[in-house]
Structures are given as C-alpha cells and as structure tokens.
C-alpha cells in the first residue's frame, strides 16, 4: 500500500506561482514512480506531469510544458510540482498518484496505470 498526501494549493493571481508537495509513504520512495494528474468542474481528470523512479526522467502535458516542473526528495519521500506563470486555466484540483509496482501496466499519461492516488488539493487562479 502507498499513501499520498497533497499539499500547497490555493488562490493566486494570474502570473503567478505555487509550489506543490506530494508526500508518500508505505513504500521505498526511491523506487515510486509519481504522477499529477487535475480535474476542472466540468471536465475530465487530465495529465500533468510524471516522474520515473529508476532514471528521474521527467514528462509534460503540452500546456504546462515550460512553465511547471516535477522534482522528487527521496530523503524527504516527497514529489514537488512547481508552477509558475500560472493561467486561469490551470484551475482546478490536482492529484498525485503512483502505480501498483515499479512499472506502469500502461501509459503514464492516462490514469489507469496508477494505483494509489491522493485526495488533491484545491488550484484557484484569478485573472
């Protein structure tokens, strides 16, 4: 069992930034592949960012491609998203997830291939 916690939502203005925390645990960190995935009122839940375990390689949705970036802390068991230039658009609330095992039984872009998911926390952007 994997257990994620969000952290670092809130309400910011248009063009500016948050820092997202996703703090696992119940298994070896450094062999957890992570996921963030948000879902806008309305819409479906939707790819933002994944982080492989065994090489750090890191992948983007097109719209937040050079504005966010996924990081991890094995020492602190933590995935972080930062966000900068932030959209009204980018409402909406985000989740971190993981798969069951070390590999994703499908992509890592759709939500299937994760197991363990956080209970999110809240993006507002105002314009």
């Known amino acids: 069992q994997v257990q994620l916690v969000e952290s670092g939502g809130g309400l910011v203005q248009a063009g500016g930034s948050l820092r997202l925390s996703c703090a696992a645990s119940g298994r070896t960190f450094s062999s957890l592949s992570v996921g963030w995935f948000r879902q806008a009122p309305g819409k479906e839940r939707e790819f933002v960012s994944v982080i492989f375990w065994s090489d750090g390689v890191t992948y983007y949705a097109d719209s937040v491609k050079g504005r966010f970036t996924i990081s991890r802390d094995n020492a602190k068991n933590t995935v972080y998203l930062q966000m900068n230039s932030l959209k009204p658009e980018d409402t909406a609330v985000y989740y971190c997830?993981?798969?069951?095992?070390?590999?994703?039984?499908?992509?890592?872009?759709?939500?299937?291939?994760?197991?363990?998911w956080g209970r999110g926390t809240q993006v507002t952007v105002s314009s």
């Open positions: 997830a993981a798969p069951a095992g070390l590999y994703f039984s499908g992509s890592y872009y759709c939500s299937e291939g994760y197991r363990y």
